[in-house]
């Protein structure tokens, strides 16, 4: 039997809520613990050699842990694994041969991972975090504390912005076309060290 040598994991990172595929050769795999990092600095999870087994260690979309054991032969034999939590039964992402996840990544929006069951509007879920995601990615979501780190919680009706080190929260609703519309209108989120606001009151000294 032939065995690619590489294999790619594909997680939604509940950080950037952006989609980071991970790939690495079957013989970089160890008892000690591969780290998988989001390109936005945030640690996924693990994954290492255990015994028989593959163990993968990861957070969910919703920031919960989610331990997988995969035998050797669907780890390395199966082309596409669809990677659910055993807590929750959703899913956290694909693991296979490089080519098989790169096309269902591809065949879907950065959201697929999530279900359109979990929100009470997916549609503006789904608006409010792509909004939340470009300002991310232009360094326009931060903190005012010292050290600001900022996560992101994902609920049925809102998201949550949260910055680690202090604990400051600004809260967003996605479940209304006002919330869309509201924060297609920001263009940065300069979040106060240690508060707890909603986007509106946010906004309030802004304008």
């Known amino acids: 039997m032939i065995v690619n040598s590489e294999r790619t994991i594909a997680l939604t990172c509940p950080a ?3 989609i980071q ?3 690495f050769s079957l013989f970089s795999i160890s008892q000690k613990p591969l780290q998988l990092m989001c390109d936005c600095g945030f640690s996924q999870g693990h994954l290492r050699r255990l015994n028989k087994h593959f163990e993968l260690d ?3 979309i919703e920031g919960d842990r989610a331990r997988i054991l995969l035998p050797r032969h669907q780890f390395f034999g199966m082309p596409l694994i669809h990677l659910l939590s055993p807590v929750s039964g959703l899913s956290l992402g694909y693991l296979g041969d490089p080519p098989s996840v790169a096309g269902v990544v591809l065949a ?6 999530l279900e359109a069951d979990d929100f009470a509007n997916p549609e503006v879920m789904r ?3 792509k909004a939340l995601e470009d300002l991310a990615t232009h360094d326009k ?6 050290h600001s780190s900022i996560g992101i919680d ?5 998201v949550e912005l949260v910055c680690a080190y202090c604990g400051s929260v600004v809260r967003i609703g996605a479940s209304t076309r006002q919330h869309q519309e509201r924060i297609a209108r920001v263009d940065e989120i300069v979040m106060e060290p240690c508060t707890s606001l909603f986007l509106g009151e946010w ?4 304008t």
């Open 16 to 18: 950037c809520q952006g």
């Open 21 to 23: 595929q991970h790939t």
């Open 58 to 60: 990861v957070l969910s």
């Open 108 to 113: 879907g929006p950065a959201d697929s991972f």
């Open 127 to 129: 608006d409010v975090l």
């Open 141 to 146: 979501i931060r903190c005012d504390c010292d």
């Open 154 to 158: 994902v609920y049925f009706d809102q």
């Open 203 to 206: 906004l309030k000294p802004l």
